[in-house]
């Protein structure tokens, strides 16, 4: 299994685009349509589980998340999923250890997540700092991890 980083200059990004669209989670949809539309920095990344020619899933590194502009927390983990026949081979932590080690190759000290998963984050190190209102109007947990 090979975890890659990737922009959209990158050969795997339509097809990355397309897995995420018809996956099993709903905002795979829109993740697809912020690929497609270009909406990712040039220092942002899709990191993604490569297993040989099939992807396996997917996350993001972004500067910002589902959280109101003045929240002043940056970069986000976010849009994690990992496809049904991949599931229980820690995937999801492989693939935020890349996004944790790229975020801290850029400089930052730390990295957040946005989520209503209760359990999932704080086993892989992130710690609860709070609940926030998101740009949706629901009330998510943020979570902070230093790298």
């Given amino acids: 299994m090979e975890i890659l980083r990737i922009q959209n200059s ?3 990004w339509e097809k990355t685009a397309r897995f995420a669209e018809c996956c099993s989670w ?6 697809a349509e912020r690929m497609r539309d270009n909406e990712f920095q040039p220092q942002e990344r899709v990191i993604v589980a490569l297993d040989g020619e099939k992807i396996a899933g997917f996350c993001t590194l972004t500067e910002r998340d ?3 502009d003045d929240v002043p927390f940056t970069p986000y983990i976010g849009f994690v999923f990992v496809d049904e ?6 995937l999801s932590e492989r693939m935020i250890r890349s996004a944790l080690g790229y975020a801290k190759e850029r400089g930052y000290h730390s990295v957040y997540i946005v989520s209503g998963e209760h359990g999932l ?5 992130f710690e609860k ?4 209102e998101t740009v949706y ?9 230093a790298v």
């Fill in 66 to 68: 589902a959280l109101p």
């Fill in 121 to 125: 984050y704080e086993k892989y190190g």
């Fill in 85 to 90: 026949p991949y599931r229980g081979n820690r």
């Fill in 137 to 145: 109007g629901l009330t998510e947990q943020l979570f902070r991890i």
């Fill in 129 to 132: 700092i709070g609940d926030y």
């Fill in 26 to 31: 709903l905002a795979g949809v829109f993740l």
């Fill in 10 to 12: 990158h050969p795997l």
